[in-house]
């Protein structure tokens, strides 16, 4: 396989930081909204992922692209890659 398809085969998400405190470490809050099975409504759904962020470079509020990799700890099995919109300045 070439490399550009190995990376194709990772899963991405985008998603809002909303805990930077731990050291080398930001939560994101992924939220999607889906069909309920019964009653048809759209509903809000959304997980937290822990994603290993090496240089600290992003804060509370950022929108961020993270991408699946292997187990870095306990809970932690995703890797942030790329910065999709910055926090607006308060």
């Not at 939560?27 to 240089?55: C, F, M, N, Q, W």
């Not at 509370?60 to 926090?87: C, F, H, M, Y």
């Amino acid at each position: 396989m070439t490399e550009e398809a190995q990376t194709s085969l990772k899963r991405t998400l985008v998603g809002k930081v909303v805990s930077d405190k731990r050291n080398k470490t930001v939560t994101v809050l992924i939220e999607r909204r889906v069909k309920h099975p019964i009653y048809g409504k759209i509903v809000a759904r959304s997980s937290k992922y822990h994603a290993h962020d090496e240089k600290g470079e992003y804060k509370l509020g950022d929108t961020i692209e993270i991408t699946e990799s292997r187990p870095l700890s306990k809970t932690k099995n995703w890797v942030a890659t790329r910065l999709v919109q910055k926090a607006a300045e308060v």
